[in-house]
């Protein structure tokens, strides 16, 4: 049985940060690819960052510089450490796990960034 449990989220004020984790299970974590999306209400889900197996990094032009992902195989944990937080980064954010058609998603935690 596959999981993606994510944790971290909550509220922060502008300018703030937050390490958000996603801890896998149930897959060979070490060759997926791993991916962290957000929703915002009334948007559609949208790609944030993501890792490849081997290391390479993708960001949305709206994080770039703010936020970094990171993968630890050890642990079958994704990061995504966010920086400089604005209120337009206010979503539910999603771990996703791809590998060739095995295609796997976490429950999503809240990030409300708010005065």
């Known amino acids: 049985q596959v999981q993606l449990v994510e944790s971290g989220g909550g509220l922060v004020q502008p300018g703030g940060s937050l390490r958000l984790s996603c801890a896998a299970s149930?897959?060979?974590?070490?060759?997926?690819?791993m991916g962290w999306y957000r929703q915002a209400p009334g948007k559609q889900r949208e790609l944030v960052a993501s890792i490849t197996n081997y290391g390479r990094t993708y960001y949305a032009d709206s994080v770039k510089g703010r936020f970094t992902i990171s993968r630890d195989n050890g642990k079958n944990t994704v990061y995504l450490q966010t920086n400089s937080l604005k209120p337009e980064d206010t979503a539910v954010y999603f771990c996703?796990?791809?590998?060739?058609?095995?295609?796997?998603w976490g429950q999503g935690t809240q990030v409300t960034v708010s005065s």
């Open positions: 149930g897959i060979i974590f070490s060759i997926y690819a």
């Open positions: 996703n796990a791809v590998h060739h058609d095995n295609n796997y």
